[in-house]
């Protein structure tokens, strides 16, 4: 991956194939950010009105390239639009800049090494030129024979103040975060001939090895022993078995315990309910919920956080095979309710089912799931945000906040209470589908019933943003985008705080 470090030389001193300034989007033309002024000295103070000569605009994602002038080190400045600033005079906002280092690092793939002179007089503005720089970069070469376009191999982020202890736990907060973002793309990219449940539990247990983490994987014996009737019955369609995976990170002087759930269909065709052409083509990346956890898990454990936080990751292929579980079957799921299967391709709130029961023996002070769950919710917000359902307005509100702060477009849900009963059962305690109007609520409603009575959850149906299919934009690359794992992990270092 991508390197980080913090530079104690300026801009125009420093030794790297480009420097990075940023562009604002103003009035009267566009106009140099903070952090550009030994780069502007080298053009004379006119290297603004060389950009807008060039035709920039300093507009978001905008990147234009330019020879370096006698007194910058680099031999390329690469200046990059920050969009509009709020009119208060303020600068930059940190998704602005996450955003911005973002499109600077795609456009800079293949270079070795490139200075971010963008502004940094925060920490705060430390750590999202870095997130943004890192999550930028990343690229999935592995299935390809040449091993693709290098990424750009070092990020130096020119820092205000770069022996500032806030300065370097930035960068280091920064490095973990990102690159378990990219852990979770990387798993939500492989293919799913590859990325078998089986093999998903087989990386959990590496991570876990490497960074101390507990970790059980119950295997298709242990699940059927152990009457996860869900998880066995969408897994029994296909020929690589299911998996339920718990891994645990524990501090020592924890005070507070989180769970996390992730939904893990490592490929969904919908089952016997077979999804049509046009709708199968990116279901491997159904197991983004799960991948979401476990990185949050590891990086939680990289950061050190005083809290303990246990992921269960539901992993299973839903698949028309012989043994597939028909339309009109009924599950027994762990803990003994029973779901009458009306849609094999509703299976995500069946796995899910098993390991939310699960998770709460164990009386964690919150749960949150995360999982690829309905079109419906895709429907509602658009593909660029997650949906929050929660039996907890309060809780609610604060992973909407969480996820705003952490740059994850995200939107509060409600659960009503009239929809409950569109998924009663002539047969069994509850079906697996229920009313079509309002379909993302529908399935939040049906995991509320699997929750432990008095425990706070949250549930984010992450079906929109979980995959891009669009061109790539700030630190937003084509497929796997890693979504949620910033707001859990921000999750996490709240509870660490002791702020819930
Ligand atoms: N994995 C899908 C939801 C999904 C759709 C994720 C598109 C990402 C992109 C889920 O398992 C599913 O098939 N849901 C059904 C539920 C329905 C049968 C009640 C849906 O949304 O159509
Ligand atoms: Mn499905
Ligand atoms: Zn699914």
Known sequence: MTALTLSTSSAAALRADAVVVGVIKGPKGPRLAPGAEAVDSAFDGGLAATLETLGA????????????PAGVKAAVVVAVGLGETPE?????????????????ARALAGAKKAAFALPAAEAADVEAV???????????????????????????VVGAKPRDKAHKAAVERAAAVASEVNRARDLINTPP????????AAAVKDAAKEFGLKVEVLDEKALIKGGYGGIMGVGQ?????????????THADAERTLAFVGKGITYDSGGISLKPPGHNETMKCDMSGAAAVFAAVVATAKLGLRVNVTGWLALAENMPGGGAVRPGDVLRMY???????????????LVLADALVRASEERPDAIVDVATLTGAMILALGDGRFGIMSNDDGFRTRVHTTALAEGEDSWPMPLPKQLRKTFDSPTADIANIGAR??????????????????????????????????????YTPKGGTGTAVRTLVALARQAADGAF
Do not use: C, M
């Not at 600068?91 to 996450?98: H, N, Q, V, Y």
């Open 335 to 349: 803990g003994g309710k029973t779901v009458e299967v009306l849609n094999t391709d509703a299976e995500g709130r």
């Open 57 to 68: 605009t300093g507009g978001e994602g905008e990147v234009t390239k330019l020879p370096a």
């Open 237 to 249: 369609g296909s020929a690589t078995p299911p998996r339920l995976v718990r891994v645990a990170y």
């Open 193 to 200: 001939n590859d990325l078998t449940p089986k093999a998903f």
């Open 130 to 156: 870095g997130t943004g720089a890192l999550l930028g970069a990343y690229a999935f070469t592995a299935y390809q024979a040449d091993g693709g376009k290098a990424p750009l191999g070092e990020v130096a």
């Open 88 to 104: 208060d005079g303020s600068g930059p906002d940190a998704e602005a800049l996450r955003k911005a280092a973002g499109s600077a």
């Open 437 to 474: 109007q309002g379909g993302g609520l529908v399935a939040g409603l049906f995991l509320k019933e699997f929750v432990g009575e008095g425990i706070t959850w949250a549930h984010l149906d992450i079906a929109g943003p979980a995959f891009h299919e669009g061109a790539p934009f700030g």
